[in-house]
């Protein structure tokens, strides 16, 4: 019997050993036709039986390994690991068992984040799950921090799981608004460059960049309101409490009249956009005039 396992590599390897742990099997095999051989002969002290890791396998090691598991009886297991399978191999497990593990996305990290923290004893608040869905990392790193959160004294804080947690924020659309408002030219065409290559829409971007100076605006308005916003006053933003405590940052010092200038600017950026021009050339259009719209003191 052959049993592959498939997809998020923390997922399936932590799925692999569970079974495994089951089966009475506790060590991969090296993955040779030698060493397969051995283990699927009945020993001594066990049953036959052979976990196999066969991510660094090439084509070549694998057709030496093939006729071996063609010929697995059904009473032997053969675990195999393999996230993300070549061709061949996943021909092969079509007709045997596989179990696949997608990696969660969205709203299906998050989750995937609060259930893997209860079992860790301790309860991940929504915000904070969100923003460790939005880091930097598989899931074996976001498993690594959410241990070291673990260990943390209650109550959870954004500010607490900053301090601690080693993984980056990927570039996004703050990094291009924190360096506009703060001068910084080279630092906001190095992330736009960045976004570019990393296959960003401008016209998405153009979008993202609009409504961040929207929240920024309703920041500012929070602001002239109460100096000292509370979080039920930061809840009003209808925004991640990641992104309004980063607004509320950048919101401090900004007058009205740039906000309005720099709303204008993006709004005349997407029109061009779409009207055909080069949506990108509309898109470094917009940033080189909010670098000269907004000048700010670094928050």
């Known amino acids: 019997m052959v049993i592959a396992f498939t997809g998020d590599p923390f997922l399936a390897k932590e799925a692999l050993l569970q079974e495994a742990s089951l089966r009475g099997l506790t060590h991969f095999s090296e993955p040779t036709p030698e060493a397969l051989a051995e283990t699927l002969s009945p020993g001594l002290f ?4 052979a976990m196999l890791d066969l991510r660094e396998v090439s084509d070549g090691e694998w057709k030496a390994l093939k006729p071996l598991l063609e010929n697995v009886p059904e009473e032997v297991a053969v675990l195999i690991l393999d996230p993300k399978p070549t061709t061949a191999r996943a021909a092969f497990y079509r007709t045997r068992e596989r179990r696949d593990f997608p990696t969660p996305k969205g709203k299906d990290l998050v989750r995937h984040l609060e259930n893997r923290a209860k079992r860790l004893g301790f309860r991940l608040p929504a915000g904070i799950a969100q923003y460790l869905a939005s880091l930097e990392g598989d899931l074996e ?3 690594r921090e959410l241990e070291k959160l673990a260990l943390l004294p209650p109550p959870l804080t954004l500010e607490k799981v900053e301090r601690v947690v080693a993984l980056k924020p990927p570039v996004s659309g703050f990094d291009l608004v924190r360096a506009v408002l703060e ?3 080279k630092a906001a ?6 976004l570019r290559e990393e296959g960003e829409e401008p016209l998405r971007l153009l979008g993202a960049f609009a409504w961040q100076f929207s ?3 309703r920041t500012w308005m929070l602001l002239e309101e109460n100096p000292r916003p509370t979080e039920a006053d930061l809840a009003r933003l209808e925004a991640h409490p990641y992104a309004a405590k980063r607004a509320l940052e950048l919101a401090r010092g900004l007058s009205k009249e740039a906000l309005e200038a720099s709303l204008d600017a993006l709004i005349q950026a997407e029109r061009r956009a779409k009207e055909g021009k080069d949506p990108w050339l509309a898109l470094e259009r917009a940033v080189y005039t909010l670098l000269h719209l907004t000048p700010a003191e670094p928050a």
């Open 189 to 194: 065409f190095r992330h736009l460059r960045r």
């Open 141 to 143: 790193a976001l498993e």
């Open 215 to 217: 929240l920024l605006a």
């Open 46 to 49: 066990g049953q036959a039986g």
């Open 183 to 185: 001068g910084e030219a």
